[in-house]
C-alpha cells in the first residue's frame, strides 16, 4: 500500500489541525494504520494506532484527549484530528500501515512496513 499524508501547517497554539492520509493499493481493511511524528533533533515517536477496522485505537499519553484518529475503509483514508495544539506538538507528522491480523496494533515503528512522506506541523506559542 502506497500512503500520502497531508494537512499539516502553521497554527497557533491552542488552535486545530486535520491530517489525512489516503492510501493506495488494495485490501486497505487488511492493515493496522498509525501516527507517527518526528520532531526537530528527536526520534520518531508513536503517536496513534487503530485496528484494521478502525474499532479500537491506542494513544501516545502525550495526546490523549487531545487528538482523534479515525479511518475511512471505503474511502481508503485515515485522519488524524489535533485539538488544542501545544508548542512540543510541532513536527513532521508520518501515517504508516502495517499488515496484520485483526485486533493488532503495533505501537512501535519496525511494525510498519509502509510509510507516506510525512506532513509538516508547526505550533507556535
Known amino acids: 500500500v502506497q500512503l500520502q499524508a497531508f494537512g499539516g501547517g502553521l497554527v497557533q497554539a491552542g488552535g486545530s489541525l486535520r491530517l489525512s492520509c489516503a492510501a493506495s493499493g488494495r485490501a486497505f481493511n487488511s492493515y493496522a494504520m498509525a501516527w507517527f511524528r518526528q520532531a526537530p533533533g528527536k526520534e520518531r515517536e508513536f503517536v496513534v494506532a487503530t485496528t484494521r477496522s478502525g474499532g479500537a485505537s491506542i494513544y501516545a499519553d502525550s495526546v490523549k484527549g487531545r487528538f482523534t484518529m479515525s479511518r475511512d475503509n471505503a474511502k481508503n483514508f485515515v485522519y488524524l484530528q489535533m485539538n488544542s495544539l501545544k508548542p512540543e506538538d510541532t513536527a513532521v507528522y508520518y501515517c504508516?500501515?502495517?499488515?496484520?491480523?485483526?485486533?493488532?496494533?503495533?505501537?512501535?515503528?519496525?511494525?510498519?512496513?509502509?510509510w507516506g512522506q510525512g506532513t509538516e506541523v508547526t505550533v507556535s506559542s
Open positions: 504508516a500501515a502495517a499488515s496484520v491480523r485483526a485486533g493488532i496494533v503495533p505501537q512501535f515503528s519496525r511494525g510498519y512496513d509502509n
